[in-house]
């Protein structure tokens, strides 16, 4: 059975202050998908990013990173210099890439980021 | 890119009632579509797939559920409401069988009395 734990349920930090939401993931696949999504007061899921297990390189977008170490199951978030606008709750999630696509998600983390 | 629409954005009804929520897909053709549920302060808890018109599986047991009418349109129902129907309800939708990235609606939040 496959299983993502965000084990930080919130974490508030003040604003400019870089941040690093916490995923690690089970899965008995040797192939799969893990994704991150940002839900904003609004409730709308958006999402921010999909990596392959093949692929351990890790990823910037502007002020967004994402360190995959497959060694330890982690799929880590950090935000740099954090702003207002990023307070919203994240979900990690994984799918298997094979038969069912259906995601499995952790319980998420709700980030405050603090005027 | 796709766009996924759902209403109503918010319902209340009371328990017993009959529940519809829908689903569209813009943008793309042939894609697979899920409801989840939020349970407030939780994770999402898929309930139902669909892999194209008329071919619906269900994930969780309950008094739910899911019709495909048409390529891109998945409905939600229920005949009679539980209070613990209660929650927020996301459409998703993803292209492809190996590659595909859910991408979600904007929900509806539905409050059962």
């Known amino acids: 059975a496959q299983k993502v734990t965000q084990a930080q349920t919130e974490i508030s930090v003040v604003e400019k202050e870089d941040v690093t939401l916490d995923c690690v993931y089970e899965?008995?696949?040797?192939?799969?998908?893990l994704f991150w999504y940002k839900q904003p007061p609004s409730g709308e899921l958006v999402f921010l990013i999909r990596?392959?297990?093949?692929?351990?390189q890790n990823e910037i977008s502007g002020r967004y990173s994402w360190n995959f170490q497959k060694s330890t199951s982690s799929f880590n978030f950090t935000i740099t210099a954090s702003q207002v606008v990023d307070s919203a709750v994240y979900f990690c999630?994984?799918?298997?890439?094979?038969?069912?696509?259906?995601?499995?998600f952790g319980t998420g983390t709700r980030l405050t980021i603090i005027p | 890119s796709q766009t996924i629409h759902q209403w109503p954005a918010t319902l209340v009804q009371p328990v017993g009632s009959p529940l519809s929520l829908e689903c569209t897909v813009e943008?793309?053709?042939?894609?697979?579509l899920y409801w989840y549920r939020q349970a407030a302060g939780r994770g999402l808890q898929l309930l139902f797939y669909?892999?194209?018109?008329?071919?619906i599986s269900s994930e969780v047991p309950q008094n739910l559920s899911a019709s495909r009418p048409q390529d891109r349109q998945f409905i939600l129902s229920s005949k009679k409401l539980l209070l613990s129907d209660s929650g927020f309800y996301l459409c998703?939708?993803?292209?492809?069988?190996?590659?595909?990235?859910?991408?979600f609606g904007p929900g509806t939040r539905l409050t059962v009395l």
């Open positions: 999630a994984l799918r298997s890439n094979f038969g069912n696509e259906k995601l499995t």
């Open positions: 899965t008995r696949d040797t192939t799969y998908y």
């Open positions: 990596r392959n297990s093949f692929d351990e």
């Open positions: 943008g793309t053709s042939n894609p697979n």
């Open positions: 669909s892999v194209g018109i008329g071919q």
């Open positions: 998703a939708g993803g292209i492809g069988l190996s590659t595909d990235t859910q991408y």
